[in-house]
């Protein structure tokens, strides 16, 4: 594995290292060692799979508070997402900037989500698969989440969703 980081701190896009032979590939996509070597959080404690049978699926954005704070490495199965982490750490230099990644089924690369982010991601297939290992359990008195067009964070998604929940729709602004 190899990690790259994008312009959000802690956050990084993990591409896998095919070893062919031929079979196909072998590959390795979690190992506590490398990344606890990259000063990356290794407990995982929950794995979670979101399937959404449309394109313009749109999921997020969100994430749960202390004392429940989790991370999360997202990792696209099935299809192709476009996948969004917003900095809601009040002391980050990069406070209420965002970072996207296009994830694929083919590529298999995954995108780490530190605590402190919002996270959320646009389906660009039907059918496509989302798994996420996340590093605390869920708990749904900690779980928080701010809306996909909040104008406090300008994202600019590839497209407007098709499909998005009442909830997600709803989230206030952000204060």
């Known amino acids: 594995?190899?990690?790259?980081?994008?312009?959000?701190?802690?956050?990084?896009?993990?591409?896998?290292?095919?070893?062919?032979?031929?079979?196909?590939?072998?590959?390795?996509?979690?190992?506590?060692?490398?990344?606890?070597?990259?000063?990356?959080?290794?407990?995982?404690?929950?794995?979670?799979?979101?399937?959404?049978?449309r394109k313009g699926t749109l999921r997020g954005l969100h994430y749960q508070t202390p004392p429940h704070a989790e991370t999360k490495i997202v990792r696209c199965t099935?299809?192709?997402?476009?996948?969004?982490v917003v900095d809601l750490r009040p002391d980050s230099p990069t406070f209420k900037d965002w970072t996207a990644v296009?994830?694929?089924?083919?590529?298999?690369?995954?995108?780490?989500?530190?605590?402190?982010?919002g996270h959320g991601f646009l389906t660009l297939e039907d059918n496509t698969e989302v798994f996420y290992q996340m590093s605390e359990f869920y708990n749904p008195q900690s779980a928080r989440g701010v809306r996909w067009n909040d104008p406090a964070f300008q994202i600019a998604w590839l497209s407007a969703p098709e499909v998005i929940s009442e909830r997600d729709r709803t989230y206030p602004d952000f204060e």
């Open 1 to 53: 594995m190899t990690f790259h980081e994008v312009n959000l701190p802690g956050v990084r896009e993990i591409r896998v290292e095919r070893k062919p032979d031929e079979r196909g590939f072998f590959t390795r996509c979690w190992c506590q060692e490398e990344f606890e070597r990259n000063s990356l959080t290794a407990r995982i404690a929950q794995c979670s799979i979101s399937f959404n049978v």
């Open 78 to 84: 099935s299809g192709s997402i476009y996948d969004v």
């Open 102 to 117: 296009v994830l694929t089924a083919e590529k298999r690369n995954m995108l780490y989500v530190p605590e402190g982010c």
